[in-house]
Protein backbone atom coordinates (compact mmCIF):
# COMPACT_ATOMS: atom_id res chain seq x y z
CA UNK A 1 0.00 0.00 0.00
CA UNK A 2 1.62 3.42 -0.93
CA UNK A 3 1.80 5.92 1.70
CA UNK A 4 0.19 9.36 1.08
CA UNK A 5 2.42 12.18 -0.03
CA UNK A 6 4.69 9.55 -0.85
CA UNK A 7 5.98 9.48 -4.73
CA UNK A 8 8.10 6.69 -6.66
CA UNK A 9 12.20 8.11 -6.37
CA UNK A 10 13.25 6.52 -9.33
CA UNK A 11 11.00 8.80 -11.43
CA UNK A 12 13.38 12.30 -9.88
CA UNK A 13 14.75 13.79 -13.48
CA UNK A 14 18.50 13.65 -13.43
CA UNK A 15 20.35 16.16 -15.14
CA UNK A 16 22.46 13.98 -17.60
CA UNK A 17 19.48 13.32 -19.61
CA UNK A 18 18.71 17.10 -20.17
CA UNK A 19 19.69 18.34 -23.82
CA UNK A 20 19.68 22.04 -25.25
CA UNK A 21 18.88 23.06 -28.68
CA UNK A 22 19.75 26.72 -30.13
CA UNK A 23 17.98 26.96 -33.37
CA UNK A 24 17.35 23.47 -33.75
CA UNK A 25 20.81 23.03 -33.44
CA UNK A 26 22.40 20.53 -30.18
CA UNK A 27 24.37 21.85 -28.14
CA UNK A 28 26.38 18.85 -26.84
CA UNK A 29 28.65 20.62 -24.87
CA UNK A 30 25.82 21.94 -22.48
CA UNK A 31 26.25 21.01 -18.79
CA UNK A 32 23.44 23.16 -17.26
CA UNK A 33 20.27 25.22 -18.55
CA UNK A 34 18.25 27.42 -15.72
CA UNK A 35 15.38 29.87 -16.66
CA UNK A 36 12.81 31.70 -15.08
CA UNK A 37 9.76 33.66 -15.80
CA UNK A 38 9.37 36.44 -12.91
CA UNK A 39 5.89 37.78 -12.58
CA UNK A 40 5.80 41.46 -12.56
CA UNK A 41 3.34 42.68 -10.18
CA UNK A 42 2.37 46.65 -8.70
CA UNK A 43 0.83 47.22 -5.38
CA UNK A 44 -3.09 47.74 -5.09
CA UNK A 45 -3.99 49.99 -2.45
CA UNK A 46 -7.01 48.92 -0.63
CA UNK A 47 -8.72 50.06 2.29
CA UNK A 48 -9.86 47.39 4.76
CA UNK A 49 -6.78 45.40 4.93
CA UNK A 50 -3.82 45.39 7.24
CA UNK A 51 -1.63 43.34 4.07
CA UNK A 52 -0.57 45.20 0.52
CA UNK A 53 -2.39 43.23 -1.85
CA UNK A 54 -0.76 42.98 -5.76
CA UNK A 55 -1.48 42.81 -9.26
CA UNK A 56 0.26 40.38 -12.18
CA UNK A 57 1.32 42.92 -15.05
CA UNK A 58 3.66 40.65 -17.02
CA UNK A 59 6.66 38.51 -16.82
CA UNK A 60 10.53 39.00 -17.28
CA UNK A 61 12.09 35.75 -18.17
CA UNK A 62 16.25 35.37 -18.03
CA UNK A 63 18.41 32.27 -17.26
CA UNK A 64 21.50 30.70 -17.39
CA UNK A 65 23.45 28.46 -19.88
CA UNK A 66 26.43 26.93 -18.82
CA UNK A 67 28.73 24.75 -21.20
CA UNK A 68 32.04 23.05 -21.31
CA UNK A 69 34.25 24.94 -23.60
CA UNK A 70 35.10 23.00 -26.47
CA UNK A 71 34.62 25.19 -29.31
CA UNK A 72 33.90 29.01 -30.40
CA UNK A 73 30.32 28.42 -30.48
CA UNK A 74 28.79 31.32 -28.82
CA UNK A 75 31.48 33.74 -30.59
CA UNK A 76 30.28 32.08 -33.85
CA UNK A 77 26.71 32.96 -33.18
CA UNK A 78 27.50 36.71 -31.65
CA UNK A 79 30.32 37.90 -32.46
CA UNK A 80 29.83 39.79 -35.95
CA UNK A 81 26.25 40.49 -35.12
CA UNK A 82 27.61 42.35 -32.03
CA UNK A 83 30.50 44.00 -33.85
CA UNK A 84 27.81 45.43 -36.57
CA UNK A 85 24.91 46.49 -34.04
CA UNK A 86 22.51 44.00 -35.68
CA UNK A 87 19.95 43.03 -33.48
CA UNK A 88 19.87 39.15 -33.22
CA UNK A 89 18.15 36.45 -30.78
CA UNK A 90 17.75 32.85 -30.56
CA UNK A 91 15.33 30.01 -30.00
CA UNK A 92 16.48 27.87 -26.58
CA UNK A 93 14.47 24.54 -26.33
CA UNK A 94 15.14 22.88 -23.50
CA UNK A 95 14.67 18.78 -23.30
CA UNK A 96 14.58 16.85 -19.88
CA UNK A 97 13.75 13.01 -19.65
CA UNK A 98 15.01 10.52 -17.92
CA UNK A 99 14.34 6.56 -18.57
CA UNK A 100 13.38 6.17 -14.85
CA UNK A 101 10.55 8.78 -15.86
CA UNK A 102 8.87 7.51 -18.68
CA UNK A 103 8.24 11.49 -19.65
CA UNK A 104 9.75 13.75 -21.51
CA UNK A 105 9.30 18.12 -20.35
CA UNK A 106 10.14 20.06 -22.92
CA UNK A 107 10.48 24.02 -23.06
CA UNK A 108 11.33 26.45 -26.11
CA UNK A 109 11.90 30.19 -24.64
CA UNK A 110 11.49 32.46 -27.48
CA UNK A 111 13.38 35.49 -28.37
CA UNK A 112 16.78 34.55 -26.28
CA UNK A 113 19.31 37.33 -26.30
CA UNK A 114 22.29 36.63 -24.70
CA UNK A 115 23.73 39.56 -21.87
CA UNK A 116 27.52 38.87 -22.45
CA UNK A 117 30.02 37.18 -24.52
CA UNK A 118 33.12 35.99 -22.63
CA UNK A 119 36.03 36.53 -25.01
CA UNK A 120 38.67 35.10 -22.96
CA UNK A 121 38.48 33.25 -19.72
CA UNK A 122 41.01 30.72 -18.88
CA UNK A 123 43.28 28.96 -15.83
CA UNK A 124 45.88 26.41 -16.21
CA UNK A 125 44.45 23.47 -14.10
CA UNK A 126 40.94 24.42 -15.11
CA UNK A 127 38.57 22.76 -17.30
CA UNK A 128 37.38 25.23 -19.70
CA UNK A 129 33.18 26.41 -18.80
CA UNK A 130 31.12 29.31 -20.01
CA UNK A 131 28.10 30.71 -18.22
CA UNK A 132 25.97 32.85 -20.48
CA UNK A 133 23.38 34.82 -18.68
CA UNK A 134 20.36 35.97 -21.24
CA UNK A 135 16.87 37.31 -21.06
CA UNK A 136 13.96 36.05 -23.37
CA UNK A 137 10.79 37.64 -24.61
CA UNK A 138 8.80 34.34 -24.02
CA UNK A 139 8.24 30.80 -23.39
CA UNK A 140 5.98 28.00 -24.70
CA UNK A 141 5.20 24.69 -23.03
CA UNK A 142 6.31 21.71 -25.47
CA UNK A 143 5.56 18.62 -23.23
CA UNK A 144 5.11 17.60 -20.04
CA UNK A 145 5.20 15.13 -17.80
CA UNK A 146 1.58 14.64 -15.79
CA UNK A 147 1.96 14.27 -11.94
CA UNK A 148 -0.44 11.93 -11.91
CA UNK A 149 2.10 9.60 -13.45
CA UNK A 150 4.60 9.82 -10.44
Known amino acids: MALTGNYNEDKTFYGNYGT ?6 QVAEATALQAKAKMNKVEVPMCGTMSKKYKNVGYDI ?5 LNKVSSRIILLTADN ?3 GKEFSFTIISKMTDPGNGGTERIKLL ?3 FDELTLVDWSSGKLGTEAIPFT ?4 EVLDTVDPSTI
Open 136 to 139: AEDF
Open 82 to 84: MKS
Open 62 to 66: SGTLT
Open 20 to 25: VFIDDS
Open 111 to 113: GVK
